[in-house]
Nanobody
Framework: QVQLVESGGGLVQAGGSLRLSCAAS????????MGWFRQAPGKEREFVAA????????YSTDSVKGRFTISRDNAKNTVYLQMNSLKPEDTAVYYC???????????????????????WGQGTQVTVYS
């Protein structure tokens, strides 16, 4: 069992930065691929970024490439999402997720951009104003 708690959301002006954190409980954090999804008002939840067990591999959706960076610290059981050059269209609730599948496996929730990840956090609100 893994419990995930996100933090770091808030209100920021366009062009600004935020860093989201996701703290995981349990001793098996390093066995899980981790990722971030987001859900804007009236829209479906969408994939943002993923990182492998070791942190050595990452990928992200095209709309955030070059602006968002995912990272993890297995010693702290925490995954991060550094968000720079924020835009109003980045406004959403951001969710952390954990999945047992490697991020490049076809059954990975991140690879498939599906909502079948094993564990989810409760979400943190990010609002970007122009």
């Amino acid at each position: 069992q893994v419990q995930l708690v996100e933090s770091g959301g808030g209100l920021v002006q366009a062009g600004g930065s935020l860093r989201l954190s996701c703290a995981a409980s349990g001793r098996t954090f390093s066995r899980y691929s981790m990722g971030w999804f987001r859900q804007a008002p009236g829209k479906e939840r969408e994939f943002v970024a993923a990182i492998s067990w070791s942190g050595g591999s990452t990928y992200s959706t095209d709309s955030v490439k070059g602006r968002f960076t995912i990272s993890r610290d297995n010693a702290k059981n925490t995954v991060y999402l550094q968000m720079n050059s924020l835009k109003p269209e980045d406004t959403a609730v951001y969710y952390c997720a954990a999945d047992a599948s490697p991020i490049y496996n076809s059954d990975s929730c991140y690879y498939a951009h599906s909502l079948t990840c094993d564990y989810w956090g409760q979400g943190t609100q990010v609002t970007v104003y122009s």
